[in-house]
């Protein structure tokens, strides 16, 4: 069964503070896997796709890396503007619908 | 702004009362799907509509029920809900392609069933 798992659920740092977020995933071939950002009360917002082991994608201080079996998403001196939830979710290969598996999440605070 | 829009934004209704949720997206998108987020737990997709087809009914009760008229519109009819339906519903599109194609939310629509 394809599944995804976010650790830590909930995360706080201080402003500067770097760390990182972590997506395991078991799925049948992997189409994408792709990170979200998400306000309260907001839809998910689309940060990354990344399709094979090895590959990085940078956007601010955010950056993505997928291995086999896992994704991260390391933010580099995080700022209080950066608090929210992040989702990691994967798309399989055997399917051609889109589907998307999401994670649970992780809760960020950047306490100033 | 993400290029899809969803209304309304907050709705409450009775267990009894029939009400329809509208997603529209302006990117051009051959694909849409409903998805419902509860508290704490994933996004569990609900249906898929590829170039206005459904393609996929994650097992949802027959108390919502999709409709698309064409690749830029979905709804969601609702009638007679139950209150644990009560969530935050969110309507997404995407381009359908071979690799992986990333899917571009709405606002959502935060559903409270008395």
């Known amino acids: 069964e394809d599944q995804v798992t976010q650790s830590p659920e909930a995360l706080r740092l201080q402003e500067g503070e770097s760390s990182s977020l972590n997506c395991s995933y078991t799925v049948s071939g992997l189409r994408g896997l792709f990170w979200y950002r998400q306000d309260p009360g907001k839809g998910p917002e689309f940060l990354f796709t990344?399709?094979?082991a090895g590959e990085e994608k940078e956007k601010e201080r955010l950056k993505a890396t997928l291995t086999k079996k896992e994704s991260f998403l390391h933010i580099t001196a995080p700022k209080p503007e950066d608090s929210a939830t992040y989702l990691c979710?994967?798309?399989?290969?055997?399917?051609?619908?889109?589907?998307?598996?999401f994670g649970q999440g992780t809760e960020l605070s950047v306490k100033p | 702004e993400t290029g899809v829009t969803q209304t309304p934004r907050h709705l409450v209704m009775g267990m009894t009362n029939k009400k329809s949720l509208k997603c529209e997206q302006h990117?051009?998108?051959?694909?849409m799907y409903w998805y419902k987020q509860s508290a704490k737990k994933p996004l569990e997709l609900m249906f898929v509509?590829?170039?206005?087809?459904?393609?996929e009914n994650n097992s949802v009760p027959s108390r919502f029920s999709p409709e698309c008229p064409n690749s830029s519109h979905l709804f969601l009819h609702l009638h007679t809900l139950q209150p644990e339906d009560s969530a935050l519903y969110l309507c997404?599109?995407?381009?359908?392609?071979?690799?992986?194609?990333?899917?571009?939310f709405g606002p959502g629509t935060r559903l409270t069933v008395l």
């Open positions: 997404a599109s995407s381009q359908e392609r071979a690799i992986g194609n990333e899917q571009f």
């Open positions: 979710a994967v798309q399989a290969l055997y399917n051609q619908g889109g589907k998307l598996i």
């Open positions: 990344l399709y094979s």
């Open positions: 509509y590829n170039f206005k087809e459904q393609t």
């Open positions: 990117l051009g998108h051959n694909a």
